[in-house]
Nanobody
C-alpha cells in the first residue's frame, strides 16, 4: 500500500517555526495528502490538505501561519509551521488518500 514516515518534530518556542516532512515509500503523484494532529485528551483533527494538483485547504486556526506543500519527485509532503502557538502542541500525522497513516511526530510548543 505504501508507508508514510514523518520527521521534523521537536521543541519550539511560541512564535517560532518548524518544518515537518512526510516521506512515502511509493509515489504520491495524483493523491490527496493531508496533515492531522492530535493533542493530549483531544480528538485527531485535520490541519491541512493538498490535492494532486496542488490545491490546499487548512484548519481555520492555522490559516496564514501553516503551509502545506508537496514534492512529487521525492514522494514527500511538508508542513511549514510559522508563528506556532501553545495549542499547536500535538502529535502530527500525515495521511495518504490510499489510507496509510504515518507513525506521527511530536511537536511541543513551550518557552
Amino acid at each position: 500500500q505504501g508507508e508514510l514516515a514523518e520527521s521534523g518534530g521537536g521543541l519550539v518556542q511560541p512564535g517560532g517555526s518548524l518544518r515537518l516532512s512526510c516521506a512515502a515509500s511509493r509515489t504520491i503523484y495524483g493523491y490527496y495528502m493531508t496533515w492531522h494532529r492530535q493533542a493530549p485528551g483531544k480528538e485527531r483533527e485535520l490541519v491541512a490538505g493538498i490535492t494532486g494538483g496542488g490545491r490546499t485547504n487548512y484548519l481555520d486556526s492555522v490559516k496564514g501561519r501553516f503551509t502545506i506543500s508537496r514534492d512529487n519527485a521525492k514522494n514527500t509532503i511538508y508542513l511549514q509551521m510559522n508563528s506556532v502557538k501553545y495549542e499547536g502542541t500535538a502529535v502530527y500525522y500525515c495521511k495518504s488518500a490510499w489510507g496509510s497513516w504515518g507513525q506521527g511526530t511530536q511537536v511541543t510548543v513551550s518557552s
